[in-house]
């Protein structure tokens, strides 16, 4: 699917994405992990997801946060974060595109699940990917009945299997979890162990 750069000129601070259109009504926003650890819109497991659902002829939009790359403004600790995804959202909305998915991965799992807890998510279904549960703080005492899937390592220090199970368990353990054996929180070698458990959901 042919990709094109464009920008979300939200007030104050405009961010620069990529996107795939389609003459569908489903969409995919994925958010990337952390700025201030080399985080950004070119993530392999950003792309790797996008791709994905792109394949499965969705929309799709990757963005840089506030800070990162050619986007403007500072790194606001993750509730700034929060509208930059909402921005994004509203985008893709613009579109017409009625259907849409936000995923995350480690630090834009966190911010998904801020927004939800902050009471900005509406009917948007959710997916995971390492949600940082041994770095960053999760609310527990929350609702995600939008949550598809998640997936993290097996060896995945910032996001253990355990704590985040515990998590799902008290957010939607209807959904989906997938432990991917001997694998990290970057993923190296098991990208294609994503866009399988993916594909399975799409499918």
């Not at 699917?1 to 007030?11: D, N």
């Not at 008290?170 to 098991?190: E, L, Q, R, T, V």
């Amino acid at each position: 699917m042919p990709e094109e750069a464009i920008t979300i000129k939200t007030a104050p601070h405009p961010l620069v994405g990529v996107l795939t259109r389609t003459t569908g009504s489903r969409g995919l926003i994925m958010a990337h992990p952390h700025p201030l650890y080399g985080g950004d819109m070119n993530n392999p497991v950003v792309t790797t997801v996008t791709r994905t659902f792109a394949n499965a002829g969705y929309a799709t939009l990757r963005f840089n946060f506030r800070g990162v790359g050619a986007s403007q403004g500072e790194f606001a600790d993750g509730r700034g974060e929060i509208y930059d995804l909402l921005a994004a959202r509203d985008y893709l909305t613009d579109l017409g595109i009625k259907e849409i998915t936000l995923a995350g991965y480690s630090f834009g799992a966190w911010v998904i699940v801020n927004a939800a807890a902050a009471g900005k998510l509406e009917t948007e279904s959710l997916i995971l990917i390492s949600p940082p549960a041994a770095m960053l703080p999760f609310a527990e005492k929350l609702t995600l009945p939008g949550l598809k899937q998640v997936i993290t390592g097996e060896k995945d220090e910032i996001a253990p299997p355990q704590p985040v199970k515990k998590l799902i368990d008290s957010w939607n353990p209807a959904a989906g979890f997938d432990i991917i054996k001997n694998c990290d929180h970057f993923f190296g070698d098991h990208l294609q162990n994503i866009a399988s458990i993916l594909q399975l959901k799409l499918s």
